[in-house]
């Protein structure tokens, strides 16, 4: 599309115009044939970025955009306004129209070419509509502040090394967060924390509720942990995804000394769950874990269990245990960086396999 890099955005009518004195019989018959740029651009609900250069223009309406070629010229009336173009629509289908064209240096478009774009449009915003769409995603490093979560202390090249849980938790998860944030910038993705700090389950409610969601989005909710155990053989990851039977909220009613507001949303929160969904998305990012880990680290396969924080219906969630501290094998892995790495890209993969898939299911079907 090297045209597309020429278009000069022209949002107004009055750009495309060049004012004509008089009309011709013959000019003004086509132009009673004919829609004016306004009126085109208002019954389409779109903006006209036009190149007169190319004689091309480029109609964008709620996302969508066609761009055609213009018959005529400014200088010569068109010789035929029933000549047709190619129109491309949203980059990919090509169409054959009814041009529109230029007489006495004006813009005109011929009600058939509005009509058939005026289908398009509204088939692909109904299309849109009928569509999942993930809205926002919602990482949370586990822990954090002076809740450190799990640890184990390793002497490594005779250095005492103590491997915390939080630290794994944040150091995977700002990585995530980026790559994140760089892959879907029409979304919002949110971090519960970027530093050592513990935040409260207000703060997180507040994010995850600053999103409006329309009916047919959703937010992701992926909590980072690390494993321990008594048994230090124990070893692997682990992806947890909410259950349907078992729920109840984080929110331990001993811990939590907030709002009671807050614990009403949550329990509402639970009524629901897209539990299908963060089996799905559990399942995309243990296969990603399978495939970049192969036989480092194995699967302890998916789990189901009661937890969780999770807001409102709309959110599928999952919860990784990335290894165990208490495992030399699992622990030499989460304190290289070049691991955390392995399993920031490993969750990351998962999260765009499962948007990819979420995004193109349709609620029509
Ligand atoms: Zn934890």
Same mark, same amino acid.
């Given at each position: 599309?090297?045209?597309?890099?020429?278009?000069?955005?022209?949002?107004?009518?009055?750009?495309?115009?060049?004012?004509?004195?008089?009309?011709?019989?013959?000019?003004?018959?086509?132009?009673?044939?004919?829609?004016?740029?306004?009126?085109?651009?208002?019954?389409?609900?779109?903006?006209?970025?036009?190149?007169?250069?190319?004689?091309?223009?480029?109609?964008?309406?709620?996302?969508?955009?066609?761009?055609?070629?213009?018959?005529?010229?400014?200088?010569?009336?068109?010789?035929?306004?029933?000549?047709?173009?190619?129109?491309?629509?949203?980059?990919?289908?090509?169409?054959?129209?009814?041009?529109?064209?230029?007489?006495?240096?004006?813009?005109?478009?011929?009600?058939?070419?509005?009509?058939?774009?005026?289908?398009?449009?509204?088939?692909?915003?109904?299309?849109?509509?009928?569509?999942?769409?993930?809205? +926002? @995603? =919602?990482?949370?490093?586990? $822990?954090?502040?002076?809740?450190?979560?799990? #640890? !184990?202390?390793?002497?490594?090249?005779?250095?005492?090394?103590?491997?915390?849980?939080?630290?794994?938790?944040?150091?995977?998860?700002?990585?995530?967060?980026?790559?994140?944030?760089?892959?879907?910038?029409?979304?919002?993705?949110?971090?519960?924390?970027?530093?050592?700090?513990?935040?409260?389950?207000?703060?997180?409610?507040?994010?995850?509720?600053?999103?409006?969601?329309?009916?047919?989005? +959703? @937010? =992701?909710?992926?909590?980072? $942990?690390?494993?321990?155990?008594?048994?230090? #053989? !124990?070893?692997?990851?682990?992806?947890?995804?909410?259950?349907?039977?078992?729920?109840?909220?984080?929110?331990?009613?001993?811990?939590?000394?907030?709002?009671?507001?807050?614990?009403?949303?949550?329990?509402?929160?639970?009524?629901?769950?897209?539990?299908?969904?963060?089996?799905?998305?559990?399942?995309?990012?243990?296969?990603?874990?399978?495939?970049?880990?192969?036989?480092?680290?194995?699967?302890?396969?998916?789990?189901?269990?009661?937890?969780?924080?999770?807001?409102?219906?709309?959110?599928?969630?999952?919860?990784?245990?990335?290894?165990?501290?208490?495992?030399?094998?699992?622990?030499?892995?989460?304190?290289?960086?070049?691991?955390?790495?392995?399993?920031?890209?490993?969750?990351?993969?998962?999260?765009?396999?499962?948007?990819?898939?979420?995004?193109?299911?349709?609620?029509?079907?």
């Amino acid at each position: 599309m090297f045209l597309l890099r020429r278009f000069l955005v022209l949002l107004l009518v009055g750009c495309v115009a060049i004012p004509c004195t008089r009309l011709s019989a013959d000019e003004a018959a086509r132009s009673a044939n004919s829609m004016s740029v306004e009126e085109t651009l208002k019954t389409l609900n779109a903006r006209l970025s036009w190149d007169p250069f190319f004689k091309s223009g480029k109609l964008i309406s709620r996302g969508h955009e066609a761009v055609f070629f213009a018959a005529g010229s400014n200088e010569v009336p068109a010789a035929h306004s029933s000549e047709n173009t190619a129109v491309i629509y949203d980059n990919k289908d090509i169409l054959t129209l009814q041009a529109p064209f230029i007489n006495n240096g004006k813009l005109y478009f011929p009600p058939l070419f509005v009509a058939s774009l005026k289908q398009l449009f509204d088939e692909s915003q109904q299309e849109d509509a009928s569509r999942f769409r993930i809205a +926002a @995603i =919602i990482i949370d490093p586990g $822990h954090g502040g002076k809740d450190e979560g799990a #640890s !184990a202390d390793y002497v490594v090249n005779g250095k005492k090394v103590r491997l915390i849980e939080k630290d794994i938790t944040l150091a995977v998860s700002k990585r995530l967060y980026t790559s994140l944030k760089n892959r879907y910038p029409g979304k919002k993705v949110f971090i519960t924390r970027l530093n050592d700090t513990y935040p409260s389950l207000e703060d997180r409610v507040v994010q995850a509720n600053s999103v409006p969601l329309k009916d047919n989005e +959703a @937010i =992701i909710y992926i909590s980072i $942990h690390a494993n321990a155990s008594l048994n230090k #053989s !124990a070893r692997g990851f682990e992806v947890w995804y909410l259950s349907p039977e078992h729920r109840r909220t984080v929110l331990d009613k001993t811990k939590y000394t907030g709002p009671n507001a807050l614990t009403a949303i949550f329990n509402s929160m639970l009524e629901e769950e897209f539990t299908t969904e963060s089996i799905e998305m559990a399942k995309a990012i243990e296969n990603n874990f399978k495939k970049n880990f192969s036989t480092l680290m194995p699967s302890r396969g998916l789990k189901a269990e009661e937890w969780y924080v999770v807001r409102k219906a709309r959110m599928p969630s999952v919860l990784v245990e990335l290894g165990f501290v208490t495992n030399a094998e699992d622990a030499r892995l989460l304190s290289d960086p070049a691991y955390l790495q392995q399993f920031s890209l490993s969750i990351y993969n998962g999260i765009v396999d499962f948007v990819t898939k979420f995004e193109n299911w349709n609620l029509a079907s």
